[in-house]
């Protein structure tokens, strides 16, 4: 079975920083575009960072140099470094492919920036 485990989201004040990490069991997941999404309440969910299975990245301009997608495909693991954190972060925060049908969604992870 085909499953995504987010974890690492918690209460943090603005400025602070949250690792957020995403493990993926029962797929290949070297090969994957793997990508970091947020849904806020009231909003759709929005794609916020990538990783191609080379290692490229790519960002949204809300969190370009805020926010570091990585991987260790050793560990089926995709994590999502997030500093200098604001307010407009706050969201449940998901993990999945990009390209192609995605895999059942997880129950992500809840980040809340809040003083």
């Known amino acids: 079975q085909v499953q995504l485990v987010e974890s690492g989201g918690g209460l943090v004040q603005p400025g602070g920083s949250l690792r957020l990490s995403c493990a993926l069991s029962?797929?290949?997941?070297?090969?994957?575009?793997m990508g970091w999404y947020r849904q806020a309440p009231g909003h759709q969910r929005e794609l916020v960072a990538h990783?191609?299975?080379?290692?490229?990245?790519g960002y949204v301009d809300s969190v370009k140099g805020r926010f570091t997608i990585s991987r260790d495909n050793a560990k089926n693991t995709v994590y999502l470094q997030m500093n200098s954190l604001k307010p407009e972060d706050t969201a449940e925060y998901y993990c999945?492919?990009?390209?192609?049908?995605?895999?059942?969604w997880g129950q992500g992870t809840q980040v809340t920036v809040s003083s």
């Open positions: 999945n492919k990009v390209f192609g049908r995605p895999i059942s």
């Open positions: 029962g797929s290949i997941f070297t090969i994957y575009t």
């Open positions: 990783i191609t299975s080379d290692g490229s990245t």
